[in-house]
């Protein structure tokens, strides 16, 4: 593709003829045409693929070649199907234009069909298929479409399996499907309009499988209601009953009156194909029309186009019917254009510009295409006028042309309602069955009225197509009209096939004649006879010879001399355009045989005008090569000039820019300075003033922390010593951390310093929080103790008192013993008054006035008394003697016990340091006490005994003393 797009290679190839056609299109600015033909199966529609890729090669880099190379994958796959000729036989004609913009990108394309085979869809020869598209959908949609189309596999569909076809050998229709849907997508069909597509090809397909069964003598039959009834009704929109009507009955017009009439099995079945292939025709129809409004987008800046023409090919089956007919007409117009426009036109002009010319004879095909075409006369028009008898029959229709045509020599008549036409590719033998009824192809008012009231929206828009078509050719509503005024096929056909010669006719043709190798569909095999049979049939030797032998290439004079006048000199290239061209040729040293010179025209043979192009090219390139030298050293000077003195400009320009960009940047330097000098001025007193705040606050805390770390020292040293063991260490640590602050003699430490001692601090802190913490403990203690001391205060105070109310007792008792013993004395002493009354009232005052005089004063003090009173004194001595024992043992003891209670009060409260537990000492020195009182009371006691005793026998010495006194 590269070679011949860079013409280093220029052998005979469908890319030559592609790049011919585009370059002619940019060149001359005329619209060029591609016209492939051949027979069926000679490669005409890879022949179109391969010149769209070449096309979209050279015009591409729009996006919308792939676009266009796609539309093959969607036509193929619903307008191709399986011959016994041809695996991927084209069944419909095609005329693909390409758009170009004025520089050549492909901006566009349109693509028209003619004469799609539809009978096809309902019925074919053995061994052929359907269209692709049936059993691409068939074994290649996803299971959620097949769900949603209920669709089975091909083989289930009597469309399909009629044919005892359903696979091609080598093709995966499963996988063709995903290529199909991704052609689609690329086309930009929607997802919807999709659904809709593969709905109604499963409508189609359904409706085959719709039966009839014989319900009376006269074939009037009914409709079976199956799976295939119901599918279908659904898949189209509308109700069974609907669809029953449709296909088994026919509604006749008597006067005002309608009568509804059954169909016959041929009728049912008939109308039933009739509505598939009428379906399946609109549908390719409206995907056509799909494409082309995808691949029109960008048609608002088309130029000029090339129009490809890949039409069925030329054929000849064993049996050959109303499409075969259709197809080899088609190849004969095609055939004649051909013809036309290499042999007829060319030796035309030969003729008519006078030049030296032995005409070239060829196998021209007018006379078949007039058996076709000739009013009243021809194939068509006698078709046309059997199909309008209601009465007539293919047999009918026959003889007819037997009797019409016999005298062409085209035409021959043949038995059985056959009849044969020597086509310029050979005499084909066609068989009339079913020629009328195929050319009418009438589609009932019935199954028309149907699609219109379906819900789905293809089928009511096929309907409103049938509709708008009839009212084309008549203006009557189309309840009316259809059934009668439609165009036929054939007629139908030969418009579309003028429309098609006009369009080409109004380009530069270039012809592409495909040759069939061999009738086996295989690759690397010739069969000579059918190849030299082709290239005979075709014309194609003629087409050497002309080629040969003519001059294909022709030129006005003007033409020429404006082309190639410029290879000489002005002089000469002034003169008339007839001598400039004969100048420039002898110039050229062109060989006198390789041209001729006409009245108007110069004739070349092929390959002249390729030397003249390639010496043009060469003058050219020498012409570009001096410009191109002498402009380069043109505009270098200039632009050496221009730069020297740009640059010179541009130094001054600098220089002057640079002086004030320097003063600018001085003025900045200075601002930026002072703006720094007072920048950094105020960022150090602001930092100043923040340390000093800073160290301030540091201060006072250190310094209240140290003064409440001392505080609580004092105060915790002051509370109780015992507690405070463990405060006092931490204290002496804190006094050394004091120290070791006041050590620092106010010097204010730098920030690591400040970052230690704050650590320090927060550490003397949370010190001081333990501490805290520990002397509200403390003092909790203390409390307790203080709370236990107050008790034990109060239960020693409580036994002191119990000990001194017992102590008084004791001493009430002794002084109650010694007030005993003191009257005695008295007594006694009364006794003895005689002699020392003063005495007595001395030892009486002594006695009242010391209360507690020791026995042995007492005992000193009366001794040695009057004799009587001496057995009493003695008595009384010993009395005192007792009491005193016992005076001073009381007073002893109580010193000891005061004593003890003193010691133990002191070890209690910790004035004084000892190992003893002075609650256990106090617990014994109580029992002691118990003890000892016990022993002191019964004691007591018992000296109270003896001396109440004693006192009694005083008493009565006394007495008797008293009386005796008396008596005397
Ligand atoms: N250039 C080619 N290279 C390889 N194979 C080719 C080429 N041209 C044609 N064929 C083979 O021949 C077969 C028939 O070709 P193609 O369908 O183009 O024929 P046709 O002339 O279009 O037939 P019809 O008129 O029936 O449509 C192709 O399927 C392919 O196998």
Redesign the pocket.
Known sequence: MLQYKQKTKDDPHVYAVADLAFNEMLQDGINQSIIIS??????????AK?AMQYLAALGGASGMESEVLQTNVILEALG?AK?S??????RFGKLIEIHFSETGKMCGAKIQTFLLEKSRVVQRAQGERSYHIFYQLCSGAPPLLKKKLSLKSANDYTYLKQSNCLRIDGVDDSKMFTVLVDALDTIQISKEDQMKLFSMLAAVLWMGNISFSVVDTENHVEVVSNEGLATAAKLLGCTSNQLVTAMSTRKIRAGNDSIVKKLTLTQAIDARDALAKSIYAHLFDWIVEQINHSLGMGRQCTWRSISIL?I??FECFNKNGFEQFCINYANERLQQHFNRHLFKLQQEEYLEDGIDWAPVKFVDNTDCLSLFEKKPLGLLSLLDEESTFPKATDLSFANKLKQQLSANSCFKGEQEGAFKICHYAGEVTYDTSGFLEKNRDSLHSESIQLLSSCKCELPKHFASVMVADSQNKSSQSWHSVVDTQKQSVVTKFKVQLFKLMQQLESTTPHFIR?IQPNGK?R?RLFEHDLFLHQLKCCGVLEVVRISRTGYPTRMTHQQFAERYGFLLLRSIASQDPLSVSIAVLQQLNIPPEMYQVGYTKLFFRTGQVAALENAKRKMLHGTLCIQKHFRGLHFRQGYQGLKKGAMTFQSFIRGERARIHFDNVIKRWRAAVLIQKYTRRRIAATMFNDQLKHIILLQSVMRGCLARTKYKCLQNEMESKVSHNKVQGDMRKNISESRVCHEMNGRYPHQPVITKLENRISKAEAALRDKDEENVMLKQQLEQYERKWSEYEAKMKSMEEAWKRQLSSLQLSLVAAKKSLVSDDVASRAARSDFTPAHAQYDSEDTLSTGTHTPEVIESRHHNHHPEAKVSAGNSDRRVNAVNHLAKEFEDRRQVFEDDAGFLVAVKSGQVGSNMNPDEELRKLKDRFATWKKDYKSRLKETKFNLQKVGTHDEKTRKRWWGKKSSK
Request: charged share 20%; hydrophobic share 10%; aromatic share 4%.
């Open positions: 051949g027979e069926s199966g000679a490669g005409k529609t890879e022949t391969i191709n011959t000729r041809n695996h991927n036989s084209s890949d069925y090919g495909c569909q690759p």
